[in-house]
């Protein structure tokens, strides 16, 4: 079996990588390692950028997140010495986030792409992508009954996140640069409407809380978590008691509580490949890089991504002009460390040092300056704004 195009991995970035190809008239196919059901529910990201938005608005894969997606443009930091908010969407580029769960969005892109006869096959894993160096790659699967297969395309596409096959299948000497921020979280989703009209950040002596939106029944909060302990450990009670306690309810009014539906440990990491094209293997989404989640980026990434990595490979295979494809690469990787650098300034507004500055009273105290900053400081809010919901 062949096509020209073989994406791996039905996720934003494959996705939206495939409807993109497709509409352009290119022969893709699609192979994804889960069922359908699984897909359509996987509850991960749920806050969209601007340019994510006008991404799926070009390609007319915006409708769902125009009528259910929600206009977000405040957050709130909590701490030790008070509260303040920052209404981000009227700061730096006057730009907001839609709060749009992310299986909603890969819900639209799949129901797009069948509609449009798009082809994808479900429930088979890509095992390892060879010969990827010359112009005839081949992908050896496994299929939904177990058997074996081999599919052969011009090009293939990564995008199965980073414990799929297009990793395992780099050359050796490729570099991942690697990052472990030394620290936890438990991440979970609670039957429990959004207790804040503003996304939550809670500094607090016994570690990070957050609060983020998703729908009008459903928030997603995060608790820093010793490392190494199981997601399970802790009972109901404890997690709201320890949410109550860290996002200063004394002060600011209870939280919505209710049951919690998914909980899950987050070792907070960060990684990037370089570089992003291997002869006729591409990476893009969470394959390319990993940026912790602390400032919501990895979606958004993926999409962004997924549109330059179409828009090369439209001009290789329909015009012959390869120069889109020979700087994807270099282009992706100036989004992805800008996003990465980001996100680590987050992880050191929000945690207390890990490591071996641990308890360190000079980096605790210029957190705090730092927290002081961004509270007073026009400046440094509208520089926060822009980095918050840019990409
Ligand atoms: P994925 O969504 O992981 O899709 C990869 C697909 O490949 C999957 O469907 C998988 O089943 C399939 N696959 C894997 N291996 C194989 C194989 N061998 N063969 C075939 N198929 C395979 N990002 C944001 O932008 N904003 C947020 O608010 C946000 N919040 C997050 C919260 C949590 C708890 C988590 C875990 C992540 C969050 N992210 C957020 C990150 C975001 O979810 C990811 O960056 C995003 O899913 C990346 O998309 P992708 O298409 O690259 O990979």
Request: net charge negative; with cysteine; proline share 4%.
């Amino acid at each position: 079996e062949s096509a020209d195009v073989l994406i791996l991995g039905a996720g934003p970035a494959g996705l939206t990588l495939a409807n993109l190809l497709h509409a352009a008239g290119i022969d893709c196919v699609v192979l994804e390692r889960a069922d359908r059901a699984h897909v359509q529910t996987r509850a991960r990201a749920g806050f969209l950028a601007a340019n994510t938005v006008r991404v799926l608005e070009r390609h007319g894969l915006a409708d769902g997140l125009h009528r259910r997606g929600r206009p977000h443009g405040t957050c709130e930091f909590r701490t030790e010495d008070g509260s303040f908010r920052l209404d981000y969407g009227a700061l730096g580029r006057h730009e907001q986030h839609t709060v749009y769960p992310q299986q909603d969005l890969v819900t639209d892109l799949l129901t797009h792409y069948l509609d449009a006869g798009g082809r994808i096959h479900f429930e088979t894993e890509a095992r390892t992508v060879q010969d990827a160096a010359g112009p005839r790659p081949t992908v050896a699967v496994q299929e939904a009954d177990g058997r074996p297969d081999r599919w052969r395309a011009r090009y293939v596409a990564g995008c199965d996140g980073r414990h799929g096959a297009a990793r395992r299948s780099l050359p050796t000497g490729t570099l991942r640069h690697h990052r472990d921020h030394g620290v936890t979280w438990l991440g979970l989703l609670a039957e429990a409407p959004p207790s804040l009209d503003a996304v939550g950040y809670a500094l607090h002596p016994h570690g990070f809380a957050g609060h983020m939106a998703r729908t009008a029944d459903i928030t997603r909060y995060y608790l820093q978590y010793e490392r190494g302990i199981p997601a399970d450990a802790w009972s109901e009670e404890r997690i709201w008691a320890e949410l109550d306690l860290r996002m200063y309810t004394a002060e600011h009014g209870p939280l919505h509580h209710g049951r919690i539906l998914q909980r899950s440990v987050i070792d907070l990491e960060s990684d990037v490949i370089e570089p992003l094209r291997h002869g006729s293997l591409l990476l893009a989404g969470d394959a390319a890089s990993l940026p912790a989640p602390a400032a919501a980026k990895g979606a958004n990434l993926a999409v962004l991504e997924a549109e330059l990595l179409a828009e090369a490979l439209i001009d290789e295979l329909a015009h012959h002009d390869s120069r889109a494809l020979d700087r994807y690469s270099r282009r992706c990787l100036e989004h992805i460390w800008r996003a990465q650098e980001f996100a680590h300034w987050m992880i050191q507004l929000l945690h207390a040092p890990a490591g071996p500055d641990e308890g360190s009273y000079f980096h605790e105290a210029m957190r705090r300056s730092r927290i002081e900053s961004l509270r007073t400081s026009r400046t440094h809010q509208d520089w926060f704004a822009e980095n918050y919901v840019g990409i």
